[in-house]
């Protein structure tokens, strides 16, 4: 039961435009949501994250929206760079999981020269 | 300071055949997360430690999957009896305290797990 789902496996992009990753989740109680980023044979890492008390979150060329009616966030990348190549998880948490995490399945990034 | 590594890095095994994965996460780390990638698939979590006990095993596959945690510090997870389903990418993580949804995870870079 896939309760965070990513709906495009693979998105490519121009370097320099804005990329937009699209996460979409069914379980209304989560209230965190975190960006990894992976290269490949590399572990996620941490690129952003967003409390369900704010609907933007933002740092540097990086942007988070969350819109909790819609069950919708989406990281915002301008401009996008060759190095931001990558399979991009969103992630989400909520109270009464504790320390899990419930992952999507990933978008893989290209950023075109 | 180190991240957190893993080790083996690939792993290619028989059906049947008992495997150990470990994890040394990053110094000082209470929390410590087994998750696993199978082909297709997101992350799934499998085991939380916090310190040396695991309050959350709720995503552990099935019985022959287990792990453990010493000294507060390394964790092995360990597959008995593997199956061709098994074969995935399996990533240790740790965080500062746990306890905590908003703590960042720091992931080390996987094994590669092939069962034949």
């Known amino acids: 039961d896939q309760q965070v789902k990513q709906n495009s496996p693979s998105l490519s992009v121009q370097e320099g435009r804005i990329s937009i990753l699209n996460c979409d989740y069914t379980?209304?109680?989560?209230?965190?949501f975190l960006w990894y980023k992976k290269y490949p044979a590399e572990g996620p890492t941490f690129l952003i994250s967003?409390?369900?008390?704010?609907d933007k979150n933002e740092d540097g060329r990086f942007t988070v929206f969350l819109n909790k009616s819609a069950k919708h966030l989406s990281l915002h990348i301008v401009p996008s760079q060759p190095g931001d190549s990558a399979v991009y998880f969103c992630?989400?948490?909520?109270?009464?999981?504790?320390?899990?995490?419930?992952f999507g399945t990933g978008t893989s990034l290209t950023v075109i020269p | 300071g180190a991240g957190v590594s893993q080790s083996p890095s690939n792993k290619v095994t028989e059906k049947g055949k008992d495997v150990e994965l470990r994890c040394d996460p990053i110094s000082g780390h209470t929390a410590l997360y087994w998750y696993r990638q199978s082909l297709g698939q997101g992350l799934e979590f499998l085991i939380y430690?916090?310190?040396?006990?695991?309050?959350?095993k709720s995503g552990l596959p099935s019985d022959r999957f287990s792990a453990e945690r010493t000294g507060g510090s390394v964790s092995t997870l360990t597959i008995q009896r593997t199956q061709q389903e098994d074969s995935a990418v399996y990533l240790c993580?740790?965080?500062?305290?746990?306890?905590?949804?908003?703590?960042?995870?720091?992931f080390g870079p996987g094994t590669r797990l092939l069962v034949l």
């Open positions: 992630a989400a948490s909520a109270p009464n999981t504790g320390n899990q995490f419930y």
């Open positions: 967003i409390s369900s008390i704010k």
């Open positions: 430690f916090q310190g040396n006990s695991a309050p959350d």
């Open positions: 379980n209304s109680m989560f209230d965190y």
């Open positions: 993580a740790s965080s500062l305290v746990g306890g905590g949804a908003s703590e960042t995870q720091y």
